[in-house]
């Protein structure tokens, strides 16, 4: 079964650098997505992008933030200059352009900013 | 905007009983979907069930099945026959036509053998 995968599974970086998460959606869904868990809170949603843009983001989404499809298979979250706060389980997903709006999610990548 | 609300943080059932998490929404977009996911202690976030806005039938996926009630917006979720695998966190969450996910802030159910 296709599935959402992405990498590092587990991130740590002192405060101030820049991370890269990577995801890598299912093949055939169009519509990508970045989520944000911190520890023992709900599930917030950062980014979606569509046809090469971004399509909707929250304001958890400052320009701190970027995401870019680099190629035909990845689909990645830049943070510039991380900060404490930006702790946090970060889920990718994907879904399909139509129909069902059911959007699968990658398993997390854990960062950790010290 | 778009809310869901979860009320019970935590919840036991007994291993073989049916247990119903409840969740109600808001939002303003005439069409919309609304989704569970479940959050093992592993921390993946694994699809159950989708209700759409739209459709006349209450969705069911095996064990699990949505009772949609849409005048009282509500989208309760039921597991029949739990096992000891269901302890997990459980989120409700809508979409509308953003398509972006609001989740509420979940359910902890744990089975009791």
């Known amino acids: 079964e296709p599935e959402v995968t992405q990498t590092p599974s587990h991130q740590v970086t002192q405060m101030g650098q820049e991370v890269i998460l990577r995801c890598v959606p299912i093949s055939n869904h169009l519509y990508f997505y970045w989520y944000r868990q911190i520890l023992g809170q709900k599930v917030e949603f950062l980014v979606s992008f569509y046809n090469n843009e971004i399509s909707e983001k929250s304001e958890i989404f400052d320009d701190q933030f970027s995401v870019e499809r680099p190629d035909g298979s990845n689909f990645t979250l830049k943070i510039r200059s991380t900060k404490l706060e930006d702790s946090a389980m970060y889920f990718c997903?994907?879904?399909?352009?139509?129909?069902?709006?059911?959007?699968?999610f990658g398993p997390g990548t854990r960062l950790t900013v010290l | 905007a778009q809310k869901i609300t979860q009320t019970q943080p935590g919840m036991f059932v007994q291993e073989k009983e049916a247990v119903t998490l409840d969740c109600t929404y808001d939002?303003?977009?005439?069409?919309?979907?609304l989704f569970w996911y479940k959050q093992p202690s592993s921390g993946e976030m694994i699809f159950l069930i989708y209700q759409g806005s739209y459709d006349e039938q209450n969705a069911t996926e095996g064990r699990y099945s949505l009772n949609f009630q849409k005048a009282r917006k509500s989208a309760n979720l039921v597991i029949s026959a739990s096992q000891l695998g269901d302890s997990a966190m459980y989120f409700c969450?809508?979409?509308?036509?953003?398509?972006?996910?609001?989740f509420g802030s979940g359910t902890q159910l744990t089975v009791l053998p």
């Open positions: 939002t303003s977009d005439q069409s919309y979907g």
């Open positions: 969450a809508v979409s509308g036509s953003a398509r972006q996910l609001t």
């Open positions: 997903a994907s879904s399909e352009t139509s129909g069902r709006y059911e959007q699968f």
